[in-house]
């Protein structure tokens, strides 16, 4: 029986040992934490074909140099040397073209596609209620220049196939979430996209996991590595050595520096978010919705909970969080939506978590050229819980040598290098 390492228990490392266990393989999840509070619990819980567009377009990056000078920014950078942020910087300029975004549709469009497909079949197990709905999502926009931008974007939804995007105007939204007034000249209704709880559905699959004999090792960080020809034969955590075979890097934010440990070179960066949940909220939302302008995410939640979140810092995994930033995500909903009245919650009610940044948008997934045994499943940014359960069955279809779900061309692990 192979002998799988998977390195990271977020939804990625957990996908991948839920396919990797089916077909027959010993599977070991190793994570420096519990489990219990990583970047896949705190997210907006959007399972969404329609983000085809990755974080790298011409236009973040002029808003980006606007922006980084105010750490309460939606998008911010913070400023500092760092030889990786710099490289990771300039890759991330030059795959900010209009050509590179167009390409980055197809492959994101499928991955989603695949993940929904893949979450849906889920919910038809009896281990697994995780709140999912297949409502769709707005996109709403305050300012003419957003709208003018939300009519290319529904163009362009048509013309890879997600025929059932709609650009509403006023009334139209309005209709949708007649609960509550919004603000806004309209908006993009997304049908193909769907929503769910992800704290229930990180704490069933663990669960799982445990039941059918997956090993799941928390609060042991992996230090090394025992290296023969081309391929990993050890893991070497600070507690335990770990035979393998194979070995899954899904490690999120903390990537980059694992990778360094086998000489590979990875261009990534922490993301740092943020959100808010209202457990039995006052208020009333039909549909998840990105308020464009604010750069904010809402989802109404199992029933009877709202999350707020958002923003993006680029920043280390060392410094600090920035709580000024939590009033400014909740500002911007206030903007959006006049009769939320929600004031910051004490800091321990305040979730932040770091998403794994690529220099292009695009996750690294599969195998590296450097070693024969060791699979790259990381820098999904905002779209990890997306596109989880897709990138574990993939990862699961390269381990085995199976037929791919999907074209991975575009999410080579070494096509930085």
Known sequence: MSKVIIIGGGIIGLSS???????????????????????????AGYVCPSHFIPLATPGIVLQGLKWMFDS???FYVQPRFSKSLIDWGLKFMRSATDEKVAKAAVPLRDIALLSQRLYEEWTSLPQFKFAYEHKGLLEIFQTEKAKEHAKHTVEKAHALGLTDTELLDYAALQNKEPQTKINGLGAVYFKCDAHLY????MQQLLEHLKNVGVDIVCNEEVVSFEKNSKSI????????????NTVIIASGSWSRELAEKIN?????????????????SPYTINHPAVLVEGRVALTPMDGNKIRFGGTMEITSTQTAPRMNRVEGLLKAVRRFYPEFDIAVPPVEKIWYGFRPCSADGLPYLGRTNKWKNVVMATGHSMLGLSLGAGTGKLISEIVNEQPLSMDIGPFDPDRFN
């Open 17 to 43: 040992a839920y396919y990797l266990q089916q077909s027959g393989h010993a599977v070991t999840v190793i994570d420096k934490t519990d489990i219990t509070d990583n970047c896949s619990y705190g997210n």
């Open 72 to 74: 309460t920014s939606p």
């Open 198 to 201: 992800p704290n229930k559905l």
């Open 233 to 244: 034969t050890k893991v070497f955590t600070d507690k335990k050595v770990y035979d393998a």
């Open 264 to 280: 590979l070179k990875l261009p990534l960066m922490p993301g740092r978010g943020y959100s808010v949940t209202l457990e039995d």
